[in-house]
């Protein structure tokens, strides 16, 4: 059982940094896509960013430039580094892992769809103040 936990939320100024870490336990070797995905109130969850076996990773136009996802595997830890930081991303940040890529005219790669992600983590929260 894959368990995912995030850590490292709080509260930044806008134009700040910040970076968030995510735990993975139980690693079943199933695993193809991990990802970061925001929720703010009164909206969808919608992905951030996220990396494939390959080291491949895929952006919201959102966060393009300005977030970096990464991992490091002896520690198994993914992390999301944020830069230049607005009031726009303050949000709930969960990590999840995904045991498909998303598939279209047959090129596949780990896209946003939140749907595709199987395992969540509990979430941490991140306020950007302007």
């Known amino acids: 059982q894959v368990q995912l936990v995030e850590s490292g939320g709080g509260s930044v100024q806008a134009g700040g940094s910040h970076r968030l870490s995510c735990a993975v336990s139980?690693?079943?070797?199933?695993?193809?896509?991990m990802g970061w995905f925001r929720q703010s109130p009164g909206k969808d969850r919608e992905g951030v960013a996220t990396?494939?076996?390959?080291?491949?990773?895929t952006y919201a136009d959102s966060v393009q430039g300005r977030f970096t996802i990464s991992r490091d595997n002896a520690k198994n830890t993914l992390y999301l580094q944020m830069n230049s930081l607005k009031p726009e991303d303050t949000a709930m940040y969960y990590c999840?892992?995904?045991?498909?890529?998303?598939?279209?005219?047959?090129?596949?790669?780990?896209?946003?769809?939140?749907?595709?992600?199987?395992?969540w983590g509990q979430g941490t929260q991140v306020t950007v103040s302007s």
């Open positions: 999840a892992v995904a045991t498909v890529r998303y598939c279209s005219g047959g090129y596949c790669f780990c896209g946003l769809r939140a749907e595709l992600y199987n395992y």
């Open positions: 139980g690693y079943t070797y199933t695993e193809i896509c």
């Open positions: 990396i494939d076996r390959d080291d491949s990773t």
